[in-house]
Every structure is written in structure tokens, then in C-alpha cells.
């Protein structure tokens, strides 16, 4: 995504110093939040069974109630795409039903369906980076690397990509594209670090597994569940050497 306008980073740069750099997202939810998207002019939340847009301080513009399981999601083109899994996350091929849906970011309508089949073990989250969307997902405890699934503009399967991370706890959970780098967000506090052609760089052990989104040079929202995960927030996040990610106004 690239950077936003500078009056959009000024309007969130308003929101961190009142807001001790946070922004909440208005109201509360049936099940957890699951991924964060920005288009620069609002914020999109998917909390599992509700899909939420905000304006850029967390005001409520619209909610729409979605079918379980939907997960992280993405901006193109003004459309948000989200990772949805109707079947079981986790276990061998065959008990998964892995779709993107796509939503009109101005209304939250649905207005298409694709079918992800090749995400065997649940779909649960993408992004995107020049018109190739990368999916993500779940991960049997037997597996000793992450998979990273390609698709084209149109939702056509590209490729398949192994990250050799060993096992993460459920697999991946959030996918962000910026700086040249896939960072991939997963339960347990453990962030991966990939490089344009999906080659793994780093690893951290930092909590990006309920949404990761860049907003303009050397600023990101890191998402996080409170009021027992029925409600969702971020928080202005900068990049860090070696812990991944930390607020934005963390000293070195």
C-alpha cells in the first residue's frame, strides 16, 4: 500500500496524542477481532461474525453482520477482501471450505465470492502487493513450516510458498505488505519477516496476531481485543530491529 497523504497522517497523528496512541474501534462484538485494513480514509475491522468500518478515529460508519469464520482482510481498489473459512481450521486437507469474499468498501456490500481450495487447512487472512494477493492460514501441529498461497488479481491460483519458521501456534493469523517486506502475524507472539519473493528473513517474538496494517513512512496499527475480546482497538506502531514491532512513542 503506498504511503497516505499528509493530511491523513496528521489526522491520525490528532488521534495519538489524544488517545495516548490508541485508536477504538466503536462498539462491541460477537467474537474477537481477527485482522485490520485501511484504505486511508477509514479504518475496516473483521471481528469474526462482524465486519466494521470507522472513520480514522474508531467512529462507527457502518457494520454488517457476516457468517463465521471471517478473518483478516486487505484494501484494493476500493474493495476489502477477507480470508473466510466455513469448515474446520487446522487439521489434514479435506475439512476445510476456504473463500475470499469481496465487499464494497464504501457500503460493506458483498459483491463477490471466490473459492481458495488450495488453502487445505483454513483460510484466514491475506494482503495484497501490486495486484498478487497473498492468503494465509492454519497449520496442523505435525507441520514444521508455514504455507503462503499466491493468487493473481482475479483470484486465480498462482503459487504455493513455504516459509520454513518451524510450527506456529494455529499457523498465520495476519498478513501486511510495506517496505519491501511480508509480515506475517501469528498467535502466541511470534511475527515473521519475508522478503518480496516470500523468502523468510526474521523472526520475533512480538504480538501482531489480530491485525497489522501500515499507515505511512515508519508507521503501522498493531490491532488488540479487550473487554473479553468482544471489542477491538490499535495501537501506532513503528518498526523495530529486533522486536519487530513497538508503540510509536517507545524509546529506542
Same mark, same amino acid.
Given at each position: 500500500?503506498?504511503?497516505?497523504?499528509?493530511?491523513?497522517?496528521?489526522?491520525?497523528?490528532?488521534?495519538? &496524542? $489524544?488517545?495516548?496512541?490508541?485508536?477504538? &474501534?466503536?462498539?462491541?462484538?460477537?467474537?474477537?477481532?481477527? =485482522?485490520?485494513?485501511?484504505?486511508?480514509? $477509514?479504518?475496516?475491522?473483521?471481528?469474526?461474525?462482524? *465486519?466494521?468500518?470507522?472513520?480514522?478515529?474508531?467512529?462507527?460508519? $457502518?457494520?454488517?453482520?457476516?457468517?463465521?469464520?471471517?478473518?483478516?482482510?486487505?484494501?484494493?481498489?476500493?474493495?476489502?477482501?477477507?480470508?473466510?473459512?466455513?469448515?474446520?481450521?487446522?487439521?489434514?486437507?479435506?475439512?476445510?471450505?476456504?473463500?475470499?469474499?469481496?465487499?464494497?468498501?464504501?457500503?460493506?456490500?458483498?459483491?463477490?465470492?471466490?473459492?481458495?481450495?488450495?488453502?487445505?487447512?483454513?483460510?484466514?487472512?491475506?494482503?495484497?502487493?501490486?495486484?498478487?494477493?497473498?492468503?494465509?492460514?492454519?497449520?496442523?501441529?505435525?507441520?514444521?513450516?508455514?504455507?503462503?498461497?499466491?493468487?493473481?488479481?482475479?483470484?486465480?491460483?498462482?503459487?504455493?510458498?513455504?516459509?520454513?519458521?518451524?510450527?506456529?501456534? *494455529?499457523?498465520?493469523?495476519? $498478513?501486511?505488505?510495506?517496505?519491501?517486506?511480508?509480515?506475517?502475524?501469528?498467535?502466541?507472539?511470534?511475527?515473521?519477516?519475508?522478503?518480496?519473493?516470500?523468502?523468510?528473513? =526474521?523472526?520475533?517474538?512480538?504480538?501482531?496476531?489480530?491485525?497489522?496494517?501500515?499507515?505511512?513512512?515508519?508507521?503501522?496499527?498493531?490491532?488488540?481485543?479487550?473487554?473479553?475480546?468482544?471489542?477491538?482497538?490499535?495501537?501506532?506502531?513503528?518498526?523495530?530491529?529486533?522486536?519487530?514491532?513497538?508503540?510509536?512513542?517507545?524509546?529506542?
Amino acid at each position: 500500500m503506498s504511503p497516505l497523504p499528509c493530511s491523513v497522517v496528521l489526522a491520525l497523528a490528532a488521534v495519538a &496524542c $489524544a488517545s495516548a496512541g490508541e485508536i477504538v &474501534c466503536e462498539g462491541t462484538y460477537h467474537s474477537h477481532l481477527q =485482522g485490520i485494513a485501511t484504505d486511508g480514509e $477509514a479504518i475496516y475491522w473483521s471481528f469474526t461474525r462482524d *465486519l466494521v468500518k470507522t472513520d480514522l478515529a474508531g467512529k462507527l460508519l $457502518a457494520r454488517v453482520a457476516v457468517r463465521s469464520h471471517h478473518g483478516d482482510l486487505t484494501c484494493h481498489e476500493g474493495r476489502l477482501y477477507v480470508a473466510v473459512n466455513f469448515g474446520a481450521f487446522n487439521q489434514e486437507p479435506g475439512k476445510e471450505d476456504s473463500w475470499v469474499y469481496v465487499y464494497k468498501a464504501a457500503d460493506l456490500s458483498l459483491v463477490a465470492k471466490h473459492p481458495v481450495a488450495e488453502l487445505v487447512h483454513g483460510a484466514g487472512g491475506m494482503a495484497c502487493r501490486k495486484g498478487r494477493f497473498a492468503v494465509i492460514g492454519g497449520l496442523p501441529t505435525t507441520h514444521k513450516a508455514n504455507y503462503v498461497y499466491e493468487y493473481d488479481e482475479r483470484l486465480k491460483f498462482v503459487r504455493r510458498h513455504v516459509l520454513p519458521s518451524g510450527y506456529t501456534r *494455529l499457523g498465520i493469523q495476519t $498478513a501486511c505488505y510495506a517496505d519491501g517486506f511480508w509480515w506475517f502475524g501469528c498467535y502466541g507472539k511470534k511475527l515473521l519477516k519475508a522478503d518480496a519473493a516470500f523468502r523468510l528473513v =526474521g523472526q520475533y517474538d512480538c504480538d501482531c496476531g489480530v491485525g497489522l496494517v501500515k499507515l505511512a513512512e515508519g508507521r503501522y496499527l498493531v490491532g488488540r481485543c479487550f473487554d473479553q475480546s468482544r471489542r477491538g482497538k490499535a495501537f501506532i506502531a513503528r518498526p523495530h530491529p529486533t522486536k519487530g514491532f513497538v508503540p510509536a512513542e517507545a524509546g529506542k
